[in-house]
Nanobody, 121 residues
């Protein structure tokens, strides 16, 4: 059974960078679509990126395009989210999750426990 564990969150100043990791265990990534999501207090969960682990194709919403980069390391069975030029509005708990049908799928599962990202001076 696929399990995902996020790490790498923390406190960073506006304009700074962080790299989040989503480590998979239980199965080998290769046929999954891994998405990164975030949820801030009082707000709905928002998808911020997605990657096909089979061919590396990626998706970003306009809110993070050009600032966030998703990548995968198949040898480490891990997906990364590089976040640059961070803004206070990026503050949220970040989660990764898996889908089998595509980045536009509605049934992301195997949610991790999340990692807190706080952007503040």
């Amino acid at each position: 059974q696929l399990q995902l564990v996020e790490s790498g969150g923390g406190l960073v100043q506006p304009g700074g960078s962080l790299r989040l990791s989503c480590a998979a265990s239980g199965v080998t990534l290769g046929y999954y679509f891994i998405g990164w999501f975030r949820q801030a207090p009082g707000k709905e969960r928002e998808g911020v990126s997605c990657i096909s682990t089979s061919d590396g194709s990626t998706y970003y919403p306009d809110s993070v395009k050009g600032r966030f980069t998703i990548s995968r390391d198949m040898a480490k069975n891990t997906v990364y989210l590089e976040m640059n030029s961070l803004k206070p509005e990026d503050t949220a708990v970040y989660y990764c999750a898996a889908e089998t049908s595509g980045c536009g799928g509605k049934y992301f599962g195997s949610w991790g426990q999340g990692t807190q990202v706080t952007v503040s001076s």
